[in-house]
């Protein structure tokens, strides 16, 4: 019996304090796609972006009068996409740029290819550079050496390996074990499966943690034919808060999934390593 879906594709923005004119331009780029509802979840102290309602008939602002937490927000759409019945769902961050086209393509390619449960496309910083988001799942020394040492010729070397700088970034990849949740597109019969961001991280670690999750019951791809422009802030490299919310999201991934034994993180990556021709090395 097939799915009967009442709508097709909605996206979910979350917002926090956040230039009324960066997250104009991002939902517009939405608006003017064939996504159905974008959702604006604000957590700002107050709700001097809901004006951001008046630019389409396609947003659905909610304002939390709290900062409940990127994934927490997000689900609050999520779950009404769920109600609704949705077949696709857009996790994307305020600083995106959707090129014409892009949701549509997308579309087609995850109705081509019904096994993905979660695909990413092609990220651009607005100079046209790639940036290197297709990821293996990480250790604590990935986060902590690229994060403290960068400066490092080894860590430079780890790090290029951790972001699969090998593989080619002009070619569709399968199986990649971490994809960025800067802009994600999503089944949402497979969050029903898995269920939605896992609330315990306030911010930074879900996607990685989500992306485990979906992989456990399908498959995830990297689809370059696609791009959009990510503006990257790199927030926690340069305020104090946002480093120790990643700190302590980190933490929290790796009491869940495994320190050092993590026979799934082993497997996903030793295999994607394998396709490339990589040998592992820790």
Known sequence: ????????????????????????????????????????????????????????????????????GYGRAHNMAIRKSIEKRTKYHIVMNPDIEVQPRAIEKLVEFMDSNATVGLTMPKILYPHGGIQYLCKLLPTPVDLIFRRFFAFTSWA????????????????????????????IFLRTDILEKIGMFDEKFFLYMEDVDLCRRVHQVSQTAFYPAVSVVHSYAKGSYKNYTLLRHHIHSAIKYFNKWGWVFDQGRKKANRKILQELHCKENG
Do not use: W
């Not at 926090?16 to 604000?42: Q, R």
């Not at 004006?51 to 709290?66: L, Q, T």
């Open 156 to 183: 430079k070397r780890r790090e290029e390996k951790y972001e699969l700088r090998a593989i080619n970034y002009e070619q569709a990849h399968f199986d990649i074990p971490f994809l960025s949740g800067c802009f």
């Open 1 to 68: 019996m097939n799915e009967i879906y009442t709508s097709f594709i909605s996206a979910s923005i979350v917002a926090y304090k956040t230039d009324v004119e960066e997250l104009k331009k991002a939902a517009l780029c939405m608006a003017s796609s064939i996504v159905e509802t974008i959702y604006i979840v604000d957590n700002s102290p107050t709700d001097a972006l809901k004006a951001i309602s008046d630019c389409s008939d396609k947003i659905v602002y909610i304002f939390n009068n709290a900062n409940l």
